[in-house]
């Protein structure tokens, strides 16, 4: 089972008074566990922003989400346009001691993009990759894409002879039933190293010293210790077990903030929330659908009270937006972000030229355990919904119950987060939620819309190599989004962490990811 | 005896088979797991393809078989969410759930009976009616609350106990064990305290009305007329005669405590098999879910078929009854 001998670190004195004795090792309360230690098991951000203290990948971001060389030193694009070559950094040893050579990134390459790989999607246009030289690796793409830099920044690397030796150069199958190596071990090349771990308990890294980066953090460790309940995670940061939490709930914050000993970090999330409405011809009800007139959604956007809903259920914490994406994200201008002035008799009047007739009823999707306070502002929403004559039917139900009616049409208006990850850029929502549902295009695009003019933009920008030109593309086709209210864009969402005291950097990242290998303690 | 052995066991299996299809309804209906194990950047066509793997879209009945006849051989499958075998996982998980079954119980039999005695000897005092007002409050309060409050008072104001987790642990074999650590002692406390305050009052009350019955009894009378010390009637020759309910009591209810655990196990960060299942459910992790229900039924079954065994041996005339019944539903 377990291969490593558990690792039995402090007495309960140094438990009970973790906060002084062990300064160094950060104690990071997290609200879920990891699913396991292999960063291909499923596409699980969390997991992967979590392995990534210890695997890493060709490139990274840098403190300021721009992308920057990792095992990669540099890149350039052959002539061919399909062929992308990358010159790897020497002097690399995976945790395990073995050298980091260009046989590792090919063999990790094949892993992902293996065709029972859960993770192939976060590599769409790979094609294959081989060896030029030890440190020289070609890949080659389905055709020109701008985009592979981001979709790499995720990709961890393994050592090919860990892999090979331990039976774990595939990934693990869940539909074949098999266990893999790779779920209970792990051997990267990152700052961290993975000394043990106790699924839903505690996950213990310890720093690598042999790291080819100059560290910038002053920890020689860190524990991952879930807490699922947000009430003992808060008690747990009030009594010094934890120092750090990624996941501090928005209702307790009056209460951190008073502590001696808490330090609250608050940012704006990169994750943009908004509606989506069905564009089928008919209702869920079987009524006539009014939402495929652009004028009855602008209504729809019209009625909804931003300044409420940001003061009343959001607290304040909140980013009003116009646009749907963040403004960090590459395609986002400030243009798009104006949004449609709330106006409830220009609403009215709306929904009265549309021919929406009075009272009309529709099922209003959302769910229990997904946005921040999702339930309350469809709650807010409704109301404000019914202010100009429409009967929103309100569907609360946890995530698992509602994405499949989602997915298949069985919702009239639904709730939709999306925070562009692991791309950082205004693609990943054009192609997954904009584009017309073909093929590998428009998996988010429940409500079945389709305009081919956006298509076409989005397809160009795929293909566009030149970064002016590319971003100037996606900033056209999210302008026919919003021109066409195809979903509703509310606000950015709040993002809180939290420290003690003796934590004396810890920096926050808009895409919500911890990177502990900035902090530092005191 | 064989007859009725084997009807019993018969029982359990049917029992079983039951707790297995309405298991496997309920998770048909809960929601779809594909969705949750693809990331935002898979496509229509992948999730097909899982969907396919992971054998959704064969029939119900077929799931079920094919359910059942791995069970049967100990195979629930792999786990969704951890990829890890499901039974290993669960193996995993039991020492931690049952330690703090067994410490909860300890702590209702070492609280619950001495509170029972003194509440029913000394009937009309105030300390027995503070006593038996505590005792309803245990019974209502919920045990999240209990929890919480537990750890806002030791853990947050005081500090004296670790408000989550299970602290170190020493491994003997398979068993995973928290006794032998000071601090998997310390993450012990409240936790079991917690899962263990309804069961204290459950055996105080049930110790109680006992006493009151056993103490207006002849030989008690006579015992005290003989001028035996009070505390020895009350305690060695009165309580001696209440514990066999006591005792019948406790071994049903640990099945109980395994199941409810759950509550107190999220509260407390417990890594235990209950914290398992409901993240099993928030995942839509149908094998866990699934093996979880299994496990648990079984161990009714299993305590409520020793039992009924168990009586049967001591008393014939169950066996009889119950292998006459058995014969004549043979019969039709």
Redesign the interface.
Known sequence: ?RLKP?F??????L??ACSTAQADVLKWGAS??I??L?PY?????FTINVLNHTYEGLVRYDKNLKIEPALAESWEILDDQITWRFKLRPDVTFHNGNTFTAEDVVASLQRVSH??S?????L?AYVSSKVVDDLTVDVVLTGPYPLLLNDLTNIHIFDKQWMVENDAELP?????????YA??NANGTGPFIVESR?????TVFVVNPDWWDTPEHNLTGFEL?????A???V??M????INFTNDAPVQDLPRLAAAPDVNVLEGVDLRTVMLGMSFRDKLVSGLDNPFKDVRARKALYQAIDMEQLRKKVMREKSRNAGAVIAPPIPGYTEALDERFAFDVDAAKALLAEAGVPEGLEFDFNCLQ?GLVNEEQICQAIAAMWSRIGLKPNLDVA????Q??KR?TGKADVYTLG?AT?P?LDAY?PLL?IFHS?E??SG??NWGDWSYPELDKLVQSAGSELDLEKRIALETQALQIVKDEVIMIPLHQQPMVWATTKNVSDMPLFPDNKPRLWYASMK | MLAFLLKRLLNAAFVMLAVAFLAFMIFRFFGDPVEMMVNEQATQSDRAELRERLGLNDGLMTQYARFVGNAVQGDFGISYRNQQDVMVLLADRFPATFELVIVATVLSLVIGIPFGVLTAVYQERKLADGLQLGSIIGVSLPSFVVGILLILVFSVTLGWLPAFGRGDTVDIGWWSSGFFTSSGRAALVLPSISLSLFQITLVMRLVRAEMLEVLRSDFIKFARARGLPLSVVHWRHALRNCLMPVITLTGMQIGNLIAFALVTETVFQWPGMGLLFIQAVTFVDIPVMAAYLMVVAFIFVLINTLVDITYAYVDPRLRNDASVKGGASNGH
């Open positions: 089972m558990k039995i670190l402090t007495s309960a004195a438990l009970l879920r566990d699913g396991s292999d098991s499923y596409g699980d951000s065709e029972t859960p993770l192939k999607g976060n769409p693990t199958d869940i539909g074949a039933g098999t266990e893999g779920t209970y106790q699924p839903d308990a505690k210790l879930p807490v699922n309940s009430a003992t995670r008690a747990a009030l009594s010094g077990e355990d946890p995530q698992a119950v994405t499949p997915t999306w990850l791309m990943s997954q549902k093929g590998n998996v988010f």
